[in-house]
């Protein structure tokens, strides 16, 4: 191989794709970025056999080839040359790369031996604008179950219908359900990682346009003109969540909602170990309420807009805050739908295209 | 205890003294700050019985008092209130912090638990700008030895003579000495923890104006009107180190600072376990060399003028790094003082008021 690249889109692909490199050593080739000329262009490649990401650069190629490099140093280096264009020379796995000022040799792998990134057959599901698809992964991100205990729900759902696609995620103490208007011809319901979630959000970030979106059997992907994510797909069904959602509410209260997360953060520092606060709402105000036998105690009174009856609830201060991270109006909705069923927060709005719950504590 | 306090003053002296309160398991008084009127103030107190730091802000006092309250769950409260004006009231042991949205209770311990911060008599030793103790204090930081092993070696070394002050600290891999011109009555030479002038950097960084230095058999402190940090002095006597500063060298070379760090940088990368990296100079030049035979090797060559004879030199590239930090000058001239002495680095400039060591490798 003997090619010359521009060091600022070089910096970049390898700034994407590292990430998911970890310190594997059970498998050390996986500690590796592949460099594969391809079509006239570098094809950039990291992958941890869950998700594999390529991007893809230009390139002036002399001479074609392919080398896995340690990701580390080779990232490490990169960043802190002042060239603005590199040249990559690979002979019997070194890549070498000289300047007038200096000369390098980086050992690397052959890269045969580096896994092969799964294509996925070009049968598109849909384009989907980047921005949407990454505030909407935001939204219900953390609502997503940490553990693997239930493996379906370590995962975000997508669910394409005619008009909507839906995205929705819990983790059995709260559930989030996001939906954006969208015409589409085909029907399809999947289930994403968590992992790949956190990361297409990352790398979203840095993109622009649309991303083609493609399932197979068990894999998806997401992909530009240099740019592709696969990832496995989570296998088994996701719970009948729709189910859980009340349809009508006892008492509903209209409330700022930066006052609010204000007050919360601060009862949440006298909270016990199990972070639950109380909330006592009155005619006109909310008052919430913690208490610790080790810290002390206290109360803070907000202004508040009551409809139908006073009400009462306790509930974990951690996931008010995650819930009103996500609504994006000045003001918030809080429903309250008797006790033993979830909190309903939702945007002060009438697109209603967010609805996020908390579930009844259980004591 | 009944005051009323500035919210702003108050969360300053809070952010001086909760550093050094650390979550101590076998003498739990010490996770708490001190409040205590004195004198019209609040004074405000932490200690970890090495350092006691004591801040005084301006309060309207109603009743006097004092309690011992977590630092952790007041300071992070205080943070998060919007108040301006804040009212501390203290009965039994509980801290009440109240305004008309909300009512707090902290629960805290006797003030008479609180360790007692000493008293060093006032024979003030020395009054220093706080902008030049804290830049010479910073300048020979890191050269001070981390272990424990050689406790004399593991504070940095003040030493006040008629028209100077002298800071030096070795961890015996390298050396700094800083001095200051300072007309001064009083001579003494004093060790100061590492951890001490960790703190006293951290701070004085938000302090302006003078420090009063003062000295008692075992402590010193440093103090304005209203703060004051005690500590305990190192036990044991320094290394006659001006010995092993070179009295003349074998070469001299001038280089470009910003140049010769990025250039040491980019070798490190390269560089084996033990950090080494190799340096080559020549008429007009300068080459750096580092090779691992896991990850590769690479050699840069940058503008020199070299004054006497070519020599080569390996050392660890983080003391060079660390060497270069505290040069403030564009060019820096670097020393070789002959195989098995010490590496020396100054500013390029006359006043002479740094030199930094680098001991030889033993191979």
Same mark, same amino acid.
């Given at each position: 191989m003997k090619?010359?690249v ?11 794709? #590292? ?14 970025i ?8 570098l ?6 056999l ?19 490099v340690?990701a580390?140093?080779? !990232?490490?280096f990169?960043?802190?040359?002042? +060239? ?7 002979k ?6 000289n300047?007038?000022k ?24 849909a384009?989907i ?15 997503v179950?940490? !553990? ?6 370590s995962?975000?759902l ?5 008009d909507k696609?839906? =995205?929705?995620?819990t +983790?059995? =103490?709260?559930?989030t ?7 589409n ?9 968590? &992992?790949?979630?956190? #990361?297409?959000?990352r790398?979203?970030g ?10 197979s ?8 003109d240099? =740019?592709?994510?696969?990832s ?12 859980v ?8 209260v209209l ?13 949440g520092? =006298?909270?016990t ?5 109380k909330i &006592?709402?009155s ?12 810290k002390?105690?206290i ?14 609830v !306790?509930?974990?201060?951690?996931y008010?805050?995650?819930g ?5 109006t ?9 006790q033993?069923?979830?909190?309903v927060?939702r945007? &002060?709005?009438d697109k209603? +295209?967010i609805?996020?719950?908390i ?5």
């Amino acid at each position: 191989m003997k090619i010359t690249v521009n060091k600022k889109n070089l910096k970049k692909a390898l700034s994407l794709v #590292e990430k998911i490199v970890s310190k594997n050593t059970s498998l050390p080739i996986l500690n590796n970025i592949l460099l594969k000329t391809e079509n006239g262009r570098l094809k950039v490649s990291a992958t941890n056999l869950e998700i594999g990401i390529n991007f893809i650069i230009g390139a002036k190629i002399d001479e074609v080839g392919q080398i896995a490099v340690p990701a580390r140093i080779l !990232s490490d280096f990169i960043s802190n040359i002042i +060239d603005d264009k590199i040249s990559l020379i690979v002979k019997n796995n070194i890549l070498s790369i000289n300047s007038e000022k200096y000369k390098t040799q980086i050992l690397g792998f052959d890269a045969k031996d580096f896994p092969i990134i799964p294509k996925i057959k070009p049968k598109p599901l849909a384009i989907i604008p980047t921005k949407t698809l990454r505030s909407s992964l935001l939204s219900v991100l953390d609502s997503v179950a940490v !553990s693997e205990t239930r493996p379906e729900l370590s995962g975000v759902l997508i669910n394409f219908s005619n008009d909507k696609i839906i =995205f929705a995620a819990t +983790d059995s =103490f709260r559930l989030t359900e996001k939906s954006v208007d969208f015409k589409n011809i085909y029907k399809q319901s999947l289930i994403i990682p968590r &992992n790949t979630v956190v #990361e297409l959000i990352r790398i979203a970030g840095e993109l622009e346009g649309d991303l083609l979106f493609n399932v197979s059997d068990n894999q998806v992907s997401f992909s530009n003109d240099d =740019f592709e994510m696969v990832s496995r797909i989570v296998d088994g069904n996701y719970p009948d969540y729709k189910k859980v959602i009340p349809d009508k509410f006892t008492s509903k209260v209209l409330i700022n909602k930066e006052e609010l997360d204000k007050t919360v953060r601060m009862a949440g520092l =006298f909270s016990t170990n199990i972070a639950d606060i109380k909330i &006592n709402c009155s005619e006109g105000k909310m008052a919430i309420l913690s208490k610790n036998s080790d810290k002390g105690e206290i109360e803070i009174v907000i202004d508040a807009v009551l409809k139908n009856d006073p009400f009462e609830v !306790s509930l974990n201060f951690h996931y008010l805050l995650d819930g009103l991270k996500i609504l994006e109006t000045e003001k918030v909705v809080m429903e309250f739908t008797g006790q033993g069923s979830p909190l309903v927060l939702r945007p &002060n709005d009438d697109k209603k +295209d967010i609805i996020y719950l908390i579930m009844p504590l259980r004591k």
